[in-house]
Each structure stands twice: as structure tokens, then as C-alpha cells.
């Protein structure tokens, strides 16, 4: 393929603008902007509003948390990368699971099939999750799952792992995404209604807050709404506003708010424009310590601290020149450390092609690493602090962000704005017009539709091996075969009881998976008390 003349390649746009639309001057000496109100929005690191991390001496006292996302077929077969990714420096577990445990379906369910073990890990029951940790100590390490609609039973499951290793629940430690709303807006691994979901999710605060403390109950994504197209305000505007709404469902079912909030985390995309995604992280973590100060009146320090756990953006990998995605992920990771993450995912390489193979994803190990150790950017605290251009990004982020709070509270909360379909288009509005500069060359994707090569992908990549579904079918219905049926049908039956009426049904969920009953068995009984959600169309 002929590539563009070396003018084409080096032309300059007239107009500059970061991926939120905000303009960008030649520089921003301070008689081009307004002045900056230094000691209000800075302060210092450690203190409020926490615009310069959440820690005096960040990651001079310890690094963040090296936690590689990981999981696919059988949990042998998980449990083997793990293994593999702690032997080489990583620091905290990141569990995938697969779209029928993510769903609550059990892998023999008709609609599960050529899912299983596809895109993350199957687990159907104990059974696979005591598999998944073999070897594992859990009181030693910490793990982070990504499950959203079954969040309630993966917990109860990895507690009951806990339980069997005999480690006490107060010293297991990790986090649990358990974000459904963003399920709505942009993903769609719902199951049940709202207002159910969001029940499970306060039941969670609570049962955490007085049995597992170390726990991180939830993981408010933004994630998630970045890959499905979103600009970088619209990122921390409509997680935060997720954040809100699941702080207002848990005063209103009577929780208190510095027993829930300081166990309350995010986790945000870190894309290609290095000092719009700075700025990003640093405007979202003022706000929120604002939000929790002034609307919710929370009192305890860490109710206020916005931590975050960041992954590298895998809607900017490309399948054309893989190895130029090693390039953007060390741009994206050396975005997240200088806004101050507290732990840290990189994509590898192939994954516009497949699930990472061993030596790709040691690729993006070795990435954070690099950056630990060799950069010298993690021994002193937001170390572009006072820079012209970081503070302003940094200022207009916010500002644009509060406007759309403001919008979503005048048409009557997110729950109301997601109903509406008001952030769905939003969202979609933004992919588009993104999607449209590409195809017009106004936004240049090397390898894509500039610089572009004949030379096509490696031909390695991870496949999973396609008895993977058979071999777990069978192992789950050998396990039904073996359980105490009856103790597990009388855990399920309390179960349901407990959902029809007030209590809390996490240690209902947690006896029904020791006594072996299924993610799916655990799912149904919930579905035919709440129902399941049909999203609305809209346009």
C-alpha cells in the first residue's frame, strides 16, 4: 500500500483541541488564561481537595498496585497464567470472567453456548472458584473482579475460598466492581432491574463494612464508558454521577455515610492524550472530595479521597501494526502514574486480535515496570503540578464536568437521565463524531489510516481450546451429581424468602454457595423474584 507524501505526514492541524473538544492555545502562559486559584484548587498532596493524590508521599511509600487482567477457559487454566503473572512481578490479581458467569447463566444453559471460557474464566460454582485460587494464599494477596450483575455471588464465592484456606474475612483485601448503572449505559451484562440491583449492591456496603473492611465494595466505571466512545469530561461526568446515585441509595437504605464511602473506588481509561488524561484524574479526584464534602457531608478523610485503579485503553489498540500498541500503552500507563493511580492494568499488544498470550502480556508487565523503576516519574509526588497547561485542563475538565452534573440533576438524577436515554446519547453522539474524524483523517491513528504497512498481524496469538465448553459442562453437572441437593435446594429456598423481603441476602448468597449451589441456580431464584431488565430503545 502506497503511503501519503511526506507532506501529508507532517502537515499540522490549524485548530487544536484534546478529545473533549477543549481548545488548546499555542502555551498557556498565564496572560493567555485567567489565573488559577493555586491554594484553593491545589493544597497539598495528602490533604483536601486531594487535587495532587490522596497520599503525602504517594508512591515513595509504595508503588501502585501492579494488577494484570486476566482469566479465560477452564480456572486450571487461569490459575496457571496467575501463577505465571505473580513469578514475574505482579502485584494484585485482576480476575475476567466469561459472558454466561458474567449473565448468571450456569455453562450448560442453552444460551451459554460458544461462551464459555471465550472472553474471561467460567466459574458455574465453589467447586471452580476453590480451583481458580489453588495455591493462591488469598490472605496474602489482593484481587480484583470484574463482575457487575452476579457481583453479590463472586464475593460470596471468593469468601468462601477464604473460608476453606482459613483466612479470616477481615484479612482478605480487594475490590469488587459491582457496577451495575454503567451496565445500563454502556455494556449491558445486566440481569436484574434497577432498583433491585442497586438493593444488591447496598446489601453489599453493609455486609462488607461489618464482616470484610479491607474489601473495596465497589468500583464505580468509568471504563467502560470511554471504550463505548466517550469523550474525557464525559468519562468522570456520568461515573460520578453513577457515584452520586449509589451514594443516595445507600443513605436511603439507612446507611451511614462514613461507615460505606471510604470503601468506595473508581476505575477510569487512560487514552492516548497525555496531558488531557493527567488533567482527567486530577479534576476528578477534586471533585469528588468536594461532592462528599458539601452534598453528602461526610466527615472521615477517606470518604473523601477518590481512589482509582486505571486500565489502558483497549478501544485504541489496533489490529494493523500490533507492536505499535506497546507505544500507546506506555503513554496511556505514564498518564495514569502521573495523575496519581493507585493500581494500574496495561493491555498487551495482540488484544485487538485475541486474548494475550503469555509473552504479550509479560510485554505489558514489563511496561509498569519500565516505568516503576527506570522512569524516575513515580519518586516525587504529581510532579507536573503547577505546569500552565496541566492546571487549566485540569480547571476546564471540571468545569465542563459540573455542567453536566447539573444537567443530570435537572432532569432528575441519573437513574432518570439513563431512562431517558439522555447519557446512551450522549455517548453514542460522541463515538460518531469521533468515528467521523477518523474516516475524514482529522484525528490520525498511526498504522490505520496514516503510515499505513503491508505487513499483516503475528501470526501467534492465544486460542482457546475448543473442548474448553465440553470439559466444563461436564465437570459442572458431575458436581450436581455429587452436592447434598437438598441442603443446596434449602439454601436456595431461603434465599429466595430473603429477597422478597427487607434482610440482607449477602449471607443468605454466601450459605448457598458453600452448600454448591450454581452462579446460575443463585441467578434464577433472584430472577423470579425481581424479574429481568429489558432495556428501553432509544434514538
Known amino acids: 500500500m502506497a503511503t501519503k507524501t511526506k507532506a501529508a505526514n507532517t502537515e499540522r492541524r490549524e485548530h487544536f483541541r484534546t478529545s473533549s473538544g477543549i481548545e488548546l492555545p499555542v502555551d498557556f502562559n498565564p496572560s493567555n488564561t485567567e489565573p488559577l486559584e493555586y491554594d484553593r484548587d491545589l493544597g497539598d498532596p495528602g490533604e483536601f481537595p486531594y487535587t495532587r493524590g490522596v497520599k503525602r508521599n504517594l508512591y515513595r511509600g509504595r508503588l501502585w498496585t501492579m494488577r494484570q487482567y486476566a482469566g479465560y477457559a477452564s480456572a486450571a487454566e487461569s490459575n496457571a497464567r496467575y501463577k505465571y503473572l505473580l513469578s514475574q512481578g505482579t502485584t494484585g490479581l485482576s480476575v475476567a470472567f466469561d459472558l454466561p458467569t458474567q449473565i448468571g447463566l450456569d455453562s450448560d444453559d442453552p444460551l451459554s453456548a460458544g ?193 482509582f485503579h486505571t486500565q489502558t485503553a483497549g478501544s485504541t489498540l489496533t489490529a494493523q501494526q500490533p507492536e505499535v500498541n506497546v507505544v500507546r500503552t506506555t503513554i496511556q500507563a505514564l498518564a495514569a502514574v502521573l495523575g496519581g493511580t493507585q493500581s494500574l492494568h496495561t493491555n498487551a499488544m495482540d488484544e485487538a486480535l485475541a486474548l494475550p498470550t503469555e509473552d504479550a502480556a509479560r510485554v505489558a508487565l514489563r511496561t509498569q515496570q519500565v516505568i516503576a523503576f527506570e522512569s524516575g516519574v513515580a519518586d516525587t509526588v504529581d510532579p507536573l503540578a503547577g505546569s500552565y497547561a496541566i492546571e487549566e485542563l485540569t480547571r476546564e475538565i471540571e468545569q465542563r464536568v459540573v455542567a453536566y452534573l447539573d444537567k443530570i440533576d435537572a432532569i432528575g438524577g441519573t437513574l432518570r437521565a439513563i431512562e431517558t436515554g439522555y447519557i446512551q446519547r450522549e455517548i453514542q453522539n460522541a463515538a460518531y463524531e469521533y468515528q467521523r474524524a477518523i474516516e475524514t483523517d482529522d484525528a490520525i491513528v498511526v498504522g490505520m489510516n496514516r503510515f499505513q504497512s503491508d505487513e499483516g498481524p503475528p501470526v501467534k496469538t492465544l486460542r482457546v481450546d475448543p473442548t474448553i465448553e465440553r470439559t466444563q459442562v461436564e465437570r459442572l453437572r458431575a458436581l450436581r451429581e455429587r452436592r447434598d441437593s437438598i441442603a443446596a435446594e434449602t439454601e436456595l429456598v431461603k434465599l429466595e424468602e430473603a429477597a422478597r423481603g427487607t434482610e440482607n441476602v449477602l449471607p443468605r448468597i454466601l450459605d448457598c454457595v458453600q452448600a454448591y449451589a450454581t452462579v446460575g441456580e443463585i441467578s434464577n431464584r433472584l430472577r423470579s423474584v425481581w424479574g429481568e431488565y429489558r432495556e428501553a430503545v432509544t434514538v
Open 115 to 307: 461462551e464459555v471460557g471465550k472472553v474471561g474464566v467460567a466459574i458455574d460454582s465453589l467447586d471452580d472458584m476453590l480451583a481458580l485460587f489453588e495455591g493462591i494464599p488469598l490472605g496474602e494477596v489482593s484481587t480484583s473482579m470484574t463482575i457487575n450483575a452476579t457481583a453479590a455471588i463472586l464475593l460470596s464465592l471468593y469468601l468462601a475460598v477464604a473460608r476453606k484456606q482459613g483466612v479470616a474475612f477481615e484479612k482478605v483485601s480487594g475490590t469488587l466492581q459491582n457496577d451495575i448503572l454503567k451496565e445500563y449505559i454502556a455494556r449491558g451484562t445486566y440481569i436484574f432491574p434497577p432498583a433491585p440491583s442497586l438493593r444488591l449492591i447496598t446489601d453489599t456496603f453493609a455486609f462488607c463494612a461489618r464482616e470484610v473492611p479491607n474489601w473495596n465494595t465497589i468500583s464505580i466505571s468509568g471504563y467502560h464508558i470511554r471504550e463505548a466512545g466517550s469523550t474525557a469530561v464525559q468519562e468522570v461526568a456520568f461515573t460520578i454521577a453513577d457515584a452520586i446515585a449509589y451514594v443516595e441509595a445507600a443513605l436511603s437504605a439507612g446507611l451511614a455515610i462514613d461507615d460505606f464511602a471510604p470503601r468506595i473506588s473508581f476505575f477510569f481509561n487512560a487514552h492516548n492524550n497525555l496531558l488531557e488524561e493527567i488533567a482527567k484524574f486530577r479534576a476528578a479526584r477534586r471533585l469528588w472530595a468536594r461532592i462528599m464534602r458539601e452534598r453528602f457531608h461526610a466527615r472521615d478523610p477517606r470518604s473523601l479521597m477518590l481512589r
